[in-house]
């Protein structure tokens, strides 16, 4: 038979949920961003004028750019709960007794 502490130190993962959920938003910030980014092109037959469209080359990189950050602050985020926890970890194991 495990402990309780055994049990929770299996169950526990590298993220929390608030990191998970600011990963999915910058994920999907990138991909909006590439989406916008995305459309026909100019060929030496005809002439697209759309390609530099303010939203292609201004709006579009900055909602990647905010992706990327934001998924990277979600990979270095701590919530102020797991750092308290690693601190002391005895306050953890009481808390569950």
């Known amino acids: ?10 169950t526990e993962t590298l ?12 994920s999907a910030l990138i991909i909006a961003g590439y989406l916008l980014m995305s459309g026909e092109g100019s060929t030496p037959a005809a002439y697209n004028p759309d390609i530099f469209s303010g939203l ?12 990327y950050l934001m ?5 270095l985020y701590r919530s102020k709960r797991s750092q308290l926890f690693q601190c002391f970890p005895c306050v953890h194991h009481h808390q569950n007794e």
Do not use: D, T
């Not at 201004?58 to 992706?67: D, E, N, Q, S």
């Open 1 to 10: 038979m495990k402990s309780k502490m055994m049990k929770q130190k299996e």
């Open 15 to 26: 993220f929390g949920r608030g990191n998970y959920m600011i990963l999915l938003i910058g």
């Open 56 to 67: 292609r080359i201004k709006v579009a990189p900055i909602i990647c750019l905010v992706g």
């Open 71 to 75: 998924n990277i602050f979600g990979i």
